[in-house]
């Protein structure tokens, strides 16, 4: 295998197969916590009901991107119903990988969660790490047309993105050829797009603005930039978060949480969004309760160190560090947009007399700010706020829902499938009981997979708990 494709966790042995069967049964226990493209229309693209797959090759299966964007949808629209899987599988291709061949990753990761919306990102892996092959760009060719075809006639009325992959680093490291891999990766780019345009399908390039970002970064800091996709292929989060800005873009995710424009005579001048009640002038500054429809949106390694690979027991993901930025994160949060593009929070008090104010929210402090700021406006989706925290705890909830999803498919049903298919007499295209031919295997593997349907169910309407914004009282009050 390529030194840059990646296979994760897949155990050795039979018994590291039932070994993880067990684990995963433990975990199971453990309590709770096309009418045209999509998206060429105006509003979000997303509606209540909607079933979104996210398939492709590793850089999918890290699973930052898909979650950015399922946090997004339950941070910022709390009252609608959008369930989302992440397909992913490290060294996959348009014809498959270790998994399964093509047909078989659609009919089984794909068909059976009944998607009407699937994103694709493939490519990187199908033009094998080398100059331009005309005969490995033919099979990407043939393959993505097969998967385009197949999964229309499996799914009808069924919404397809394409996404052009991230890309590889040849701007912090030097290109390995002339025009490096990432120009021939442009190459297939090309024909995903005139394949979106064939079939009427939303494109959306997770490369270019990628690429545009590195070579800003590289100019402004070359240690810093480094660190936006370590290893050259796959993005840090860091990196995704860039990912999951464009396709949240092509979705058009409306950048507003709230807006409220409140006047230091204890008027509210405006307020998108939110409900402001109590409003009073008091010792110079204000006082109200606030109650938002909708939550800011946390970017991702921004006030937290996270692995290149979570692994699939993290479904706790790391804690936001009080007074942590990582200098990389602000970097891309600076040169992409990200907070501009997808997360306005913005408060303003005008009238107030010159000095510093401190803004307090349920009694915790959020940060001083000058009248002039105050009067042209302050981004609270910058600041650690009680509503940010909550959107924090809802984040956790996503990462606990693809852990549910991700152990049962990929340590015991697709980790048995390839057992299966090296078993003697094993058919390896369907759960590998008669591989075992043991009744008891059969019983426990089927219940550890029902479990945790579950499972995932219980956590799913506890993110719809977890996600219904609060009232908050907050406080202006002068500085001195």
């Given amino acids: 295998m390529n030194q840059h494709m990646e296979r994760q966790g897949t155990p050795a042995t039979p018994a590291g197969w039932m070994a993880m069967a067990v684990l995963a049964a433990a975990i199971m226990a453990l309590p709770a916590r096309a009418a045209g493209p999509r998206g060429s229309g105006k509003g979000f693209a997303l509606k209540s009901g909607d079933r979104v797959c996210f398939y492709g090759d590793s850089i999918t299966e890290q699973r930052f991107y898909p979650a950015e964007v399922e946090t997004y949808t339950l941070t910022r629209f709390p ?25 078989l990753r659609l009919r089984r990761d794909v068909f059976p969660f009944h998607p009407n919306i699937v994103t694709i990102m493939l490519g990187m892996n199908d033009a094998g790490y080398q100059k331009f092959n005309p005969k490995l760009f033919t099979r990407f060719q043939r393959g993505y047309r097969h998967i385009i075809a197949s999964l229309q006639r499996h799914l009808p009325g069924v919404t397809i993105v394409l996404i052009a992959t991230s890309p590889f680093d040849d701007v912090t490291q030097p290109p390995q050829f002339p025009g490096g891999y990432n120009g021939v990766l442009n190459r297939y780019a090309a024909f995903v797009r005139q394949l979106a345009r064939q079939h009427h399908l939303l494109f959306v390039n997770f490369s270019r603005p990628m690429v545009r970002v590195l070579k800003q970064a590289e100019r402004i800091n070359p240690e810093l930039a480094k660190q936006i996709l370590p290893g050259r292929v796959h993005p840090s989060v860091i990196g995704q978060m860039m990912m999951a800005q464009a396709l949240l873009r092509a979705w058009h995710a409306p950048a507003t949480v709230t807006r409220v424009h409140l006047t230091a005579a204890g008027s509210v001048a405006g307020a998108v969004n939110a409900r402001i009640t109590h409003l009073a002038a008091s010792g110079g500054g204000l006082r109200w309760t606030e109650r938002d429809g909708s939550l800011p949106l946390p970017f991702l390694g921004l006030h937290a160190k996270w692995p290149q690979f979570p692994k699939w027991e993290m479904y706790l993901p790391p804690q936001p560090k009080p007074g942590f930025t990582d200098p990389a994160a602000a970097l891309v949060d600076r040169l992409s947009g990200f907070t501009r593009d997808l997360d306005q929070e913005p408060f303003q008090v005008t009238g107030l007399h010159s000095g510093q104010y401190r803004l307090a929210i349920d009694g915790q402090p959020v940060g001083t700010f000058s009248a002039a700021q105050l009067a042209g406006g302050v981004n609270l989706a910058r600041y650690m706020t009680p509503m940010m925290r909550q959107a924090y705890q809802v984040d956790n909830l996503v990462w606990e829902e693809i852990a549910a999803h991700f152990v049962p498919w990929r340590y015991v049903q697709t980790s048995l499938e390839n057992f299966a298919a090296s078993w003697p007499g094993g058919k390896g295209e369907k759960l590998p009981v008669n591989a075992y031919n043991n009744p008891a295997a059969a019983r426990a593997v089927t219940g550890t997979l029902r479990a ?3 499972l995932l169910r219980a956590i799913v309407a506890q993110e719809h708990r977890a996600n219904q914004p609060r009232p908050h009282r907050f406080t202006l009050t002068p500085a001195s």
């Avoid at 609608?80 to 047909?103: E, L, M, N, Q, Y």
């Fill in 79 to 103: 009252n609608i119903r959008v369930r989302f899987v992440d397909a992913g599988v490290g060294g996959d291709t348009v014809g498959g990988g270790w998994a399964g061949k093509i047909d």
């Fill in 452 to 454: 945790m349907r579950g």
